[in-house]
């Protein structure tokens, strides 16, 4: 008798590696067959079904619906404010800064927050534009994820105030509404960052339905699940939609050595675009 509640053999998983390889890049390496059982069989409960193969052969009835619920369930979108603080830092003294120069003719800046997870990121983008724009420009950031769950939270704006460690008080009492009541221990961010923020599904596998221009991109703890192909195409997809001498965030375990030479590194995992 099978110690696990649903049969997963190397088949299931084998299928589960090709499935979330087309459809999301992202790349499963053996060591995670257990991590997939445990965060999939909690699905398969939940629907009802009875095995593995029952799964995937309904994962790939539904298509994207179930697909999206599938890649949710097996990465991680644990996330907080102003996390990774010093990339913030970086923006705010140097890079907008220079953007404020070197964009005087359009007055316009755009950022994209790529895998922006349940939103604390482009919130943290878009306090640190109100924080530093001059008056009268149009600032705004793009805040896209494969998961339309998360992207959901990100529009609410709503969320438990443990996600405010490390914030200043004075931050959070500018940007910031406490809730009282029912909603003692929550947060909800101030209108004023959700009108300068465009919330919005995109699978970085596929089209963009971005047409502009952009001066910075976040694409911060998402590419650790992509193999090296993949990273290199999408970072060469990035350089493409960045202005000349954008500028590029990645993750702290995130390397463009070796993968894409269209950027040059500033330090602490910020690179800059050179063509």
């Known amino acids: 008798m099978s110690e696990h509640e649903f049969d997963f053999n190397d088949q299931d998983f084998a299928r589960v590696k090709k499935m979330v390889y087309d459809f ?3 790349d499963l390496n053996d060591s ?3 991590l997939v059982y445990n965060r ?3 699905r398969i409960r939940f629907l009802g079904l009875s095995s593995f193969k029952a799964y995937l052969d309904y994962v790939v009835e539904q298509g994207e619906s179930e ?6 369930a097996i990465t991680t979108n644990l996330t907080f404010f102003f996390r990774e603080n010093h990339h913030f830092e970086y923006l705010a003294e140097t890079v907008i800064p220079r953007l404020i120069k070197e964009n005087q003719r359009t007055k316009k800046i755009r950022i994209w927050s790529a895998g922006c997870s349940t939103g604390e990121e482009p919130y943290s983008l878009a306090i640190v534009l109100k924080e530093t724009m001059p008056a009268g420009w149009d600032a705004r950031v793009i805040a896209t994820d494969l998961d339309t769950n ?3 939270t990100g529009q609410s704006g709503v969320y438990k105030d443990d996600r405010l460690k490390g914030v200043s008080e004075s931050r959070k009492k500018r940007w910031f509404l406490k809730g009282g009541g029912s909603m003692q221990g929550w947060i909800k961010v101030k209108p004023e960052l959700q009108e300068i923020i465009d919330f919005g599904q995109i699978n970085l ?3 963009w339905p971005i047409k502009e221009k952009l001066d910075v991109i976040f694409c911060r703890n998402v590419v650790i699940y992509f193999d090296k192909p993949t990273q290199s195409k999408l970072f060469d997809r990035y350089a493409n939609q960045m202005a000349d001498s954008g500028y590029l965030f990645v993750g702290h375990s995130e390397s463009l050595y070796k993968v894409c030479d269209r950027f040059e590194l500033l330090g602490k995992t910020i690179y800059q675009k050179t063509y």
């Open 24 to 26: 999301a890049g992202i």
């Open 32 to 34: 995670k067959k257990s």
């Open 40 to 42: 999939l069989s909690k």
């Open 67 to 72: 697909f999206v619920h599938l890649i949710n």
């Open 150 to 152: 998360v992207v959901q």
């Open 205 to 207: 596998m596929n089209d």
